[in-house]
């Protein structure tokens, strides 16, 4: 072989290499850009969907996740409603639940009984992993082996799957979307904010050694943290 013909190879190879490289990228770009079209479009299940999970499963965050849940629980559709994160910091507070939600659900005749019957709650969960991580211990205590209906707003449905799913895996997770008075009118701005945090969940699950600490600060630094 002349030296002309392995420089022809040698820049055969590099065009080959800088093509391939372009295509990856664009590829990769093309996948986060369709992510970004489709990561919020969850369809609201139906009934028959909602009756198959053991328990309904609400992340705070604002007040129409709740309500949500209460409202599917008082009609029968689910047996139980458990609700992580349950404090100031998601401007609800354990001592005046019952009065709190009363208000905003009327056609719920008798909420302090069915508070008393089928809803528990934990006080210490303030993100989304901690949230995860609750649930688990929570559907760990009871027992639960069915599906679980994952109550939260639209925006922030995958990211909470995402999480949950990297502590329950291999559970059955069905989502129910609640349009709240922030994901029912989102910016583009917002939007972008959340969808890059679910791109961060999603690499987190898959490396978990990557997840700050800080995530699992206070009662989240040990296992399973007291509950109500």
């Known amino acids: 072989m002349t030296r002309s013909q392995g420089n022809r190879r040698r820049g055969l190879r590099l065009a080959l290499t800088c093509v391939a490289g372009r295509v990856f990228l664009a590829l990769a770009l093309g996948s986060v850009a369709l992510g970004f079209l489709a990561f919020d479009s969850f369809a609201v299940p139906t009934e028959a969907?909602?009756?198959?999970?053991?328990?309904?499963?609400?992340?705070?965050?604002?007040?129409?996740?709740?309500?949500?849940?209460?409202q599917l629980l008082d009609k029968g559709a689910i047996p139980r409603l458990y609700v992580s994160g349950v404090n100031a910091g998601a401007g609800i507070l354990p001592a005046r639940f019952v009065s709190q939600f009363s208000s905003r659900n009327p056609n719920i005749r008798d909420l302090e009984r069915l508070v008393a019957c089928c809803v528990e709650w934990d006080e210490d969960a303030?993100?989304?992993?901690?949230?995860?991580?609750?649930?688990?211990?929570?559907?760990?205590?009871?027992?639960?082996?069915?599906?679980?209906?994952?109550?939260?707003?639209?925006?922030?449905?995958?990211?909470?799957?995402?999480?949950?799913?990297?502590?329950?895996?291999?559970?059955?997770?069905?989502?129910?979307?609640?349009?709240?008075?922030?994901?029912?009118?989102?910016?583009?701005?917002?939007?972008?904010?959340?969808?890059?945090?679910?791109?961060?969940?999603?690499?987190?699950?898959r490396l978990p050694s990557i997840v700050s600490a800080k995530l699992f600060d206070g009662a989240f630094a040990q296992p399973c943290p007291r509950t109500r």
Not at 49 to 68: N, P
Not at 128 to 144: I, P
Not at 164 to 183: H, K, N, Q, T
């Open 126 to 205: 303030n993100n989304t992993f901690q949230n995860a991580s609750d649930t688990k211990c929570w559907v760990d205590r009871r027992g639960l082996v069915g599906p679980l209906l994952l109550i939260t707003s639209r925006p922030h449905m995958a990211r909470a799957m995402a999480a949950l799913s990297g502590f329950i895996p291999g559970r059955a997770l069905i989502a129910y979307p609640v349009e709240d008075a922030r994901s029912s009118a989102q910016p583009l701005r917002a939007r972008t904010i959340e969808y890059l945090k679910y791109l961060v969940a999603l690499v987190a699950v």
């Open 49 to 70: 969907e909602v009756r198959r999970a053991s328990a309904g499963v609400v992340f705070t965050g604002a007040f129409e996740r709740v309500d949500a849940g209460l």
